[in-house]
Nanobody, 123 residues
Framework: QVQLVESGGGLVQAGDSLRLSCAAS????????MGWFRQVPGTDRETVAT????????NYADSVRGRFTISRDNAKNTVILQMNRLKPEDTAVYYC????????????????WGQGTRVTVSS
């Protein structure tokens, strides 16, 4: 059983930075893709960033590319989302998820999800 716990969310002003952390436990964490996703109440969840099992390949949503960075430390079972120059439209609940294989880009390829951490960016 894979368990994921997100932390680091909060209330910030536009232009500020936040660092979200996802702590993982269970088997095969280091062998699967990881991703960050976000959801605004009443809307579908969207992909923010994904990273392959070795941390050598990443993918970002156009809306966050150049501002957000996803990284992982397999030795510490941790995935990070560094968010810089935050905008009000970044306001959402952010979820960490683990994929089925070493690379996954679609939400349908992710089987394990955390409970989310809320990010609110004021203008």
């Amino acid at each position: 059983q894979v368990q994921l716990v997100e932390s680091g969310g909060g209330l910030v002003q536009a232009g500020d930075s936040l660092r979200l952390s996802c702590a993982a436990s269970g088997p095969s964490f280091s062998a699967v893709a990881m991703g960050w996703f976000r959801q605004v109440p009443g809307t579908d969840r969207e992909t923010v960033a994904t990273i392959d099992w070795l941390g050598t390949s990443t993918n970002y949503a156009d809306s966050v590319r150049g501002r957000f960075t996803i990284s992982r430390d397999n030795a510490k079972n941790t995935v990070i989302l560094q968010m810089n120059r935050l905008k009000p439209e970044d306001t959402a609940v952010y979820y960490c998820a683990a994929g089925r294989t070493g690379w996954a880009s679609d939400q349908s390829e992710y089987d394990y999800w955390g409970q989310g951490t809320r990010v609110t960016v004021s203008s």
